[in-house]
């Protein structure tokens, strides 16, 4: 019995795994700028949740459970929903720095 068990165990264990590792630049690197923390909190959890969706289905997949129309679902949703959390992240930050660039090279014309 354990040995049909074996390879789910071990799906199970690296994704387990692989999504622990994910949680490392969250806790050990955080940023001082508030607006930054949330941003890199945000991408790394965004990728906790694809790369454990992704090994949750594989994992019901190998038991022979057909999770794929949900899991599919949920994926490419998570999927779409990162790609546009990252690009409204990209052009909010970018138009931060191009706003303070701005304001100091009025500030610097003016005097």
């Known amino acids: 019995m354990l040995i ?12 387990t795994l692989s999504v622990a590792l994910f949680f490392i630049p969250i ?8 607006l930054l ?7 790394w959890s965004f990728l906790v949740a694809i790369a454990s969706l ?7 997949r190998m038991l022979s459970y057909d ?5 599919t ?3 490419a949703s998570i999927t779409v929903s990162f790609v546009f ?8 930050l970018s138009a931060k720095v191009i706003s303070k660039v701005i304001s100091q090279g009025v500030s610097k014309l003016k005097s």
């Open 27 to 34: 806790t050990k690197f955080p940023r001082k700028n508030k």
């Open 73 to 75: 679902l949920l994926l």
């Open 85 to 92: 959390f990252v690009m409204f992240a990209w052009f909010r």
């Open 4 to 15: 049909h068990l074996l390879p789910v165990i071990i799906m199970f264990l690296y994704t």
């Open 67 to 71: 999770a794929s129309k949900v899991s």
């Open 37 to 43: 923390n949330f941003y890199w909190v945000g991408f």
């Open 54 to 60: 992704a090994g949750a289905s594989n994992t019901l």
